[in-house]
């Protein structure tokens, strides 16, 4: 059975009306709308800044999110193009739970990578970590080689540039919500 729903583009700054809230998102008069099954809701915007984003169910959050209402956001500057071989992203959330009461923790949709990720020395590679698990889990990323963690430069929080673009090792903690990316 299909349910209604609405979505939340988590870290945009647009108009209040397609900001996912039903009956609170708006103004005066003019309030979104609940999204009933069987009907859509256009959203329009324009994105401020690019960075990583994150969208997802603002309705009956922790089922629907847990279900997959949520994805990753990427805004590129004009004339950039996303490459999968050199910019990766790394969505965090949990899958239903199971009759055995626990959450699994996803990534990218998946309960454990299929595959070891090998990179190219020399290369400069993109990662944009991204939790939006619903129960309030804070995640710790990192990065290592085969002898051990790398070194990273963080770029932007949260679609905002960081003040220090310095190296340093490759080891985060990603509350729920946010959003890093790092080169």
Known sequence: ASTATAIHWHGQEIESYYDGVPWWSGIGEKRAPLIEPGHEFMAKLIPQRVGSFIYHAHWHDGGQLMGGVQGPMIVLAAGETYDPETDKYFIMSSAPPSWFGGAMLLMN??????RTMELRVGQTYRFRFMNITPVGDTLHMG???????????PLLK???ETPNHDLRTADQHVAVGETFDFE
């Open 158 to 160: 949260d679609g905002a």
């Open 143 to 153: 990065l290592t080689g085969q002898s051990g963690p790398v070194q990273w430069r």
């Open 109 to 114: 949709g998946l309960p454990q990578p299929t």
